[in-house]
């Protein structure tokens, strides 16, 4: 494995670099390549001078050769000459004569290159001596006539002379063809050792050849098709696949860095799949958040998402209380282990020997060890809890709550852990601080709600105990003076008459107002008698359904019977409809009330009065409205309020 600094990057500059090898590797492979066919070259041109030194060895011998025979065409033109005395065989005489100057200076020549030159210098002595001191003065005897040119003693002295020069040139001859031999058997040698310098040189080359190869592929080959395979893997997504760290030099700090691309790939494959999972968790709770489920369900389902993302074994939801003490709102245990935690309804001292009272007491993120022999520590060891992390909840800039992390492993809790709860303690907030705000509205509304119907209750009994009780006596006391008023004041009669009349229709014109604007009916008989009463005087026909026989709470009883005479109203004045269709029942502690028509359709829930009112008197009491109206399709309206709505 390569040494690494500190900070895990691989040194650099150590050793020797793969272009210096390759340079030094070539280098060598180079020099031995030359020191071989230097030899080789050596080799040859030692062969090539035994070669050149046997050629002249044999050219010596031809040369001697061709000089003795021109010592015996000297001897036998002048013995021709003296035993015939014709000049015709002086000519071959003449021309051995002129030739043996240039001949013996070749022989020389050649006997010297041969090796031989000392014996072929006697040889060419004896022959001038031959011609100047024998031939010559023996031919021109006998030209004079001289009878010595005759004599035995001339013969003899001839025959002498020409067996001494023999006998030189045989001496010449057989240590020419010694040295012949001698230079034939290096020649031969030579050629054998130039053909086995260069079977060595080559079978050297190829060996030195090969071994440069065999380097270069392990070297570079190898790891470069490891580096391939290796990236192929990255490529098709195994971000654990790595490089054996062998090579040297560039091929070395390659794999190194091969393997650190593949680790900071690996590392950020995991960030990202972590904050994939963080985002998803987070989109899941702010999609409950959004959807406006209940808290309870929101603190449950962020434990949850904690609990899956830290990988923990508990995690808690705590609310800080007025009285100093922590209530357990919302859990969650791996394998469905709650009871190695603090139970959902349970209350906790806030003090510093709980995460969450650290929490409180320092405003900041917070971890504590259960080590010690107090209430709490001990109790959480009992169930195997080592250590907890905790993380404010701030709602409008207010200490909230905790949400506590808890572990039943050896040792601290991991760094960062805090960073990642602080996401969701800012959700848990936003869904606190929604859900209050919404509970705000909801009583704001209900309360509207309430006192407007308790001004109508009022109003309404106003005008029956007071304004109509009068009109009632009035009309009571214009009957009476039309009663004893005088036959013959049947004009006056007639006025009590008309006037008592009125008063009666007025009386009546003020009990359909004092119904509308709350109907006694309702608070007397309940809500399927005041919607008999709608039904019956609605004008239109009305088909009504009350699948209930018990009270409900006045506020639902108040809102129905509005919601249905608020829909009766609209079908007369705008749907044109033939009837209308009303049915009432309850279901699971739901008020359901479904009402539709034949109309036209095309109504607009957003305008109009008396629809929005309708809706907010619905969402005062946690319900839900809905109406569908299509042109010509007639109109629906379905509500649902929860029945217990004390």
Same mark, same amino acid.
């Given at each position: 494995m390569r040494e690494r600094t500190p900070d895990g990057q691989p040194k650099t500059g150590v050793g020797v670099g793969l272009t210096r090898r390759t340079a030094i590797a070539s280098g060598l492979l180079t020099l031995l390549t030359g020191l071989v066919f230097a030899a080789l070259l050596w080799a040859i041109s030692g062969l090539q001078q035994a070669v050149d030194e046997r050629r002249y060895t044999r050219t010596a011998l031809v040369e001697a050769g061709q000089l003795e025979n021109l010592i015996s065409d000297l001897d036998t033109g002048q013995r021709g000459f003296v035993i015939t005395r014709q000049e015709s065989f002086l000519q071959p005489w003449e021309a051995a004569r002129r030739a043996y100057s240039g001949q013996a200076r070749e022989f020389a020549r050649f006997s010297y290159d041969s090796g031989d030159g000392r014996l072929a210098q006697q040889i060419i002595q004896a022959g001038e001596s031959f011609i100047r001191d024998y031939s010559i003065p023996l031919v021109e005897a006998a030209r004079r006539g001289d009878p010595y040119a005759w004599s035995l003693e001339a013969t003899e002295e001839g025959e002498r002379r020409v067996e001494a020069l023999r006998a030189q040139f045989d001496r010449y001859e057989k240590a020419t063809r010694s040295v012949l031999g001698t230079r034939e058997d290096v020649a031969k040698t030579r050629a054998q050792q130039v053909i086995a310098g260069t079977l060595i040189g080559l079978a050297g080359s190829i060996l030195l050849i090969v071994a440069f190869a065999g380097y270069l592929t392990r070297a570079i080959v190898q790891p470069i098709r490891r580096a391939a395979v290796v990236a192929g893997r990255l490529a098709g997504g195994d971000l654990t696949a790595r490089m054996p760290e062998t090579g040297v030099g560039e091929i070395g700090e390659l794999e190194v860095a091969f393997n650190?691309?593949?680790?900071?790939?690996?590392?950020?494959?995991?960030?990202?799949?972590?904050?994939?999972?963080?985002?998803a968790a987070l989109r899941r709770v702010a999609t409950l958040v959004a959807c406006e489920v209940s808290p309870p369900e929101i603190f449950n389902a962020v434990a949850t998402e904690m609990g899956h993302i830290l990988k923990t074994e508990y995690v808690s939801v705590i609310r800080y209380e007025a009285d100093g003490m922590g209530n357990v709102i919302g859990n969650w245990a791996a394998h469905g282990g709650?009871?190695?935690? &603090?139970?959902?309804?349970?209350?906790?001292?806030?003090?510093?020997?709980?995460?969450?009272?650290?929490?409180?007491?320092?405003?900041? &993120?917070?971890?504590?060890?259960?080590?010690? !022999?107090?209430?709490?520590?001990?109790?959480?060891?009992?169930?195997?809890?080592?250590?907890?992390?905790?993380? &404010?909840?701030?709602?409008?800039?207010?200490?909230?709550?905790?949400?506590?992390?808890?572990?039943?492993?050896?040792?601290?809790?991991?760094?960062?852990?805090?960073?990642?709860?602080?996401?969701?303690?800012?959700?848990?907030?936003?869904?606190?601080? !929604?859900?209050?705000?919404?509970?705000?509205?909801?009583?704001?509304?209900?309360?509207?709600?309430?006192?407007?119907?308790?001004?109508?209750?009022?109003?309404?009994?106003?005008?029956?105990?007071?304004?109509?009780?009068?009109?009632?006596?009035?009309?009571?006391?214009?009957?009476?003076?039309?009663?004893?008023?005088? &036959?013959?004041?049947?004009?006056?009669?007639?006025?009590?008459?008309?006037?008592?009349?009125?008063?009666?229709?007025?009386?009546?014109?003020?009990?359909?107002?004092?119904?509308?604007?709350?109907?006694?009916?309702?608070?007397?008989?309940?809500?399927?008698?005041?919607?008999?009463?709608?039904?019956?005087?609605?004008?239109?026909?009305?088909?009504?359904?009350?699948?209930?026989?018990?009270?409900?709470?006045?506020?639902?009883?108040?809102?129905?019977?509005?919601?249905?005479?608020?829909?009766?109203? !609209?079908?007369?004045?705008?749907?044109?409809?033939?009837?209308?269709?009303?049915?009432?029942?309850?279901? !699971?502690?739901?008020?359901?009330?479904?009402?539709?028509?034949?109309?036209?359709?095309?109504?607009?829930p957003g305008h109009g009065s008396g629809l929005i009112g309708l809706r907010d008197r619905v969402d005062a009491l946690g319900g839900c409205i809905e109406i569908v109206s299509p042109a010509e399709g007639g109109t629906s309206l379905s509500v649902q309020i929860p029945a217990e709505n004390d």
């Open positions: 650190t691309m593949g680790s900071a790939l690996e590392e950020s494959r995991d960030e990202l799949r972590r904050i994939v999972q963080e985002q709650l009871e190695c935690g &603090p139970p959902v309804g349970s209350r906790w001292p806030l003090d510093e020997e709980s995460v969450a009272g650290l929490v409180l007491k320092t405003g900041k &993120p917070g971890r504590i060890t259960y080590d010690t !022999n107090g209430k709490i520590a001990t109790w959480m060891r009992e169930r195997g809890v080592s250590s907890a992390v905790g993380c &404010p909840i701030v709602v409008e800039g207010r200490m909230w709550g905790a949400l506590v992390a808890f572990s039943t492993g050896p040792g601290p809790q991991p760094e960062g852990r805090e960073e990642r709860m602080a996401e969701f303690t800012e959700l848990v907030a936003t869904a606190i601080a !929604n859900a209050e705000s919404r509970a705000q509205l909801t009583a704001s509304r209900a309360r509207v709600v309430e006192a407007a119907d308790e001004t109508r209750r009022r109003i309404e009994r106003d005008l029956h105990d007071g304004t109509q009780q009068r009109l009632v006596t009035l009309g009571l006391e214009l009957r009476a003076a039309e009663a004893t008023a005088p &036959p013959e004041l049947e004009k006056l009669r007639q006025q009590l008459s008309h006037t008592a009349q009125g008063l009666a229709g007025a009386v009546e014109d003020l009990q359909e107002i004092s119904r509308g604007i709350h109907p006694a009916v309702l608070s007397r008989g309940g809500l399927g008698p005041a919607l008999k009463t709608l039904a019956r005087r609605s004008a239109v026909p009305v088909e009504l359904t009350v699948d209930t026989d018990r009270r409900l709470a006045e506020r639902v009883e108040v809102a129905a019977y509005y919601v249905v005479s608020e829909a009766l109203t !609209n079908a007369a004045k705008h749907a044109r409809a033939s009837v209308v269709y009303v049915d009432l029942a309850m279901e !699971n502690g739901i008020v359901r009330i479904s009402i539709r028509d034949d109309g036209v359709g095309g109504a607009d």
